[in-house]
């Protein structure tokens, strides 16, 4: 059996046709959804993905500023910087792009965010209300998995979902989404008993962890749903997920490549995050 390829690039570029119609309507309002990105200090990694968020912006027409400080700058610079953003009426949401230098605390900078501006969903109050069931603004990698999950026609309700990894990033705010959904969720970290077998019992299993090539193809149920959130760097230069590809796909139903899953869904849902903003904020 030959998994069938989740193509996240596809699926993005249909989401950002969207949103750049409702940028265009909004736009004949006079209104224009505005994105602001702080970037502290010179990870190259972190340059690559404000690159491509800056362009996706570029290519729907959201207005995007990048605000670049450098690794050295002060806890309180970087507060008063995103402090003088929720006050901007310009824009509309902030995105600040992490991992943050190790002097800074993360968590105060990102409960600065005003939540109504927090396109990444991950102020306190909008995890608190996906807790609660009436979500406001989602992580943007776990809204995009349950978009893809959707668009392959991937029933939830009553199936069993294994999610490997518990960052407030993806793992527990996946979980509280699948939930949702009526489907019953098992999460897994590195301390978890019987990863494997555990594993193999999920309908849809998530991977998003960081681990090179983690999920194996024993432990994929027969036709399962594999969605691989990780991006990791091989020493030959080549990219690879949490999951062996080419091991899982013999096994899955349907499987989500890297790169072009996960990732490009990542991006589509921030831009209509932003645009969601825009129009509470109006």
């Known amino acids: ?25 909004l736009s004949q309002r006079g209104i224009r959804p505005g994105l602001a990105v702080v970037l502290a200090g010179d990870n190259p990694a972190s340059r690559v993905y404000v690159r491509n968020k800056v362009r996706a912006c570029e290519e729907t027409g959201v207005r995007s500023e990048l605000y670049e400080l450098p690794a050295a700058v002060s806890e309180e610079a970087l507060l008063d910087r995103v402090l003088a953003l929720n006050d901007d009426a310009d824009v509309h949401g902030i995105l600040v792009q992490l991992p943050l230098p190790k002097h800074i605390n993360a968590s105060k900078v990102l409960e600065t965010v005003s939540p109504a501006k927090d396109i990444d969903g991950f102020h306190a109050a909008n995890l ?6 009436v979500p406001h603004m989602v992580p943007c990698t776990p809204a995009g998995v349950m978009r893809l999950l959707d668009h392959a026609g991937v029933q939830l309700a009553g199936a069993r979902a294994v999610v490997i990894g518990r960052s407030n990033i993806v793992g527990k705010p996946l979980a509280l989404l699948l939930l949702a959904r009526d489907a019953t969720v098992t999460v897994c970290h590195s301390k978890s008993r019987d990863l494997q077998d555990i594993a193999r019992s999920a309908d849809v299993l998530v991977a998003a962890v960081g681990r090179a090539k983690l999920v194996t193809g024993a432990m994929v149920k027969p036709g399962a749903c594999v969605i691989d959130v990780g991006v990791n760097r091989l020493p030959d230069g080549s990219l690879c997920g949490d999951v062996d590809f080419a091991a899982a796909s013999a096994v899955a139903a349907w499987i989500t490549p890297v790169p072009g899953g996960v990732g490009p869904m990542t991006i589509a849902m921030l831009l209509e995050n932003c645009v969601r903003a825009a129009r509470t904020q109006i």
């Open 128 to 133: 608190g209300a996906l807790v609660a069931g």
């Open 1 to 25: 059996m030959a998994a069938r390829i989740l193509d996240g690039k596809a699926l993005a570029a249909q989401v950002r046709a969207a949103v750049k119609q409702e940028v265009a309507a």
